[in-house]
């Protein structure tokens, strides 16, 4: 037994932890939960619920602290602890549920589903009323079985949860919106779209009840973003709405409004749209602006969705200032680095500006030769780009060499391009044909196996294209029978368009 006043402190300690974390004075905590370490080191013998609640307390600091090592140790300690359960269930249920979600983090996944499991088999045993209790332990089970890659059982445990939440708490609590938001991402994952819809609807009623306006235009957010992948025109409405709600309620720029613009530029790029994207997207970074730091991943992502898109629409001035501005941005994201520098080699091609180009595409190729993907179709196509830039300069003795590592590349991806393949062939055969040292049997054997390749595309116009080069070249060589051949296909391409 320990005396009185020695369990008086422990309790004083205790007491004091809990009012320095509460208050945020977290080194004065520390100093208290080591002087509460070394009581309980001294007196070992202290076995009864003063030991039990020191040990709750210095685990539930310690998981505040990230120290999983110490707050695992002082969890476990506390469970071993009989008894408890009737005399502090509350405390027991809080131990139970901070430890299976720090196990959950190391990725222990069986021995948090084992203690989540253990606290239902105890709640049962002590008769356990609260309904919210359970929700958190069918909760935590659901995340579980998510991080197991096993969505079944995830989602149904998680709407047992969100039963039990919606039976304890109000229906505008932030836990409800959570879990909704939990479940309805599983189901877009599970391509679910229409049970994930209806749980945000849900929740819109509730937030449209209670004139709750940026709950509402969040929660309408969502819901576009699910229309995303089954009306478009729902989708483009929804989000509209939302954002009108926004600038009502926000007297100045807001994440939410640049979230906004951000998905209907991602729907009207999906859409094909791509002048609309660009100025909704130029909307958004103009909200970012205020409140994110410049080198933030969505304002470098945006810088790059511009530039790059600018690119498809022929505004080479607008795509290489916002791809430079994006570039200076991108230190901490290699991979959006790489599209950055190639797209600026593109920008720079089209503006004849070739060392600059060279440039840009020689970074790319090295940031790719880091990663470890010099065989992979992004190092052939780079390839390809600085071919293309030294033919458009007459340098063919070179360009047939980029031209040529390309197709070996591309003739060992699997699965391959047959088409870009063949494309290749031809502009290496064109290399062969008018370089210097010409090689005229080499041209003819590419012109030929490129074109075997093209003529399986579905793009006709790409194969009449194809076509008529072949009898060009054939009708330059004087080989009237090869030039008969291809003649043939071409009419047979008009007879079959015509029909």
Known sequence: MITKELREHILSVREKINRHVNGQEYELAREDVQELESILEVNDEIRDDVHFLSLHTMAAFYKRDKNYTKSVHYSKQALHIKGMENEYPGFVIDTFLDYAELEREQKHLPKAMELVNELLDMLKSINWQDMYTYGMAYSSLGKVYLDEKNDDFGVRYLEQALNYFRKSVNKKDLIIGQTTALISDVYIRMKDYNKALSLYQQLLETNQQSEDK?????????????????????????????????????????????????????????MGGIPRAIKYYKRSLDQMDSFYKENHFLIVYVYSKIGTLSITINEWDQAEHNLEKGLDLSDGFPKMKLQFFHALGKVYSEKELYEQAFSFFQDSLQELAKDGRKQSKGYADTLQDIGFNLRNQDKLEEAYVYFQEALTIHEQLQPGFPEESGMICMRLAYCYENKEDNDLQ??????????????????????????????????????????????????????????
Not at 458 to 474: H, K, R, S, T, W
């Open 214 to 270: 940026v709950s509402e235009g969040k929660t309408l957010l969502k819901i576009g973003e699910i229309y995303f992948y089954i009306d478009a025109k729902k989708a483009r409405r929804t989000i509209t709405q939302a954002l009108k709600l926004f600038e009502d309620v926000y007297e100045d720029k807001h994440i939410d409004i640049a979230k906004g613009n951000l998905l209907l530029g991602e729907l009207d790029e999906t």
């Open 442 to 499: 080499k041209a003819a054997f590419y012109y030929e196996k490129g074109f075997k390749q093209i003529e399986k595309m579905p793009d006709q116009e790409m194969v009449q294209e194809a076509l008529a080069g072949m009898i060009e070249f054939f009708t330059r060589m004087d080989n009237p029978k090869k030039k008969r051949k291809y003649e043939d296909k071409f009419v047979k391409l008009q007879r079959a368009k015509s029909k």
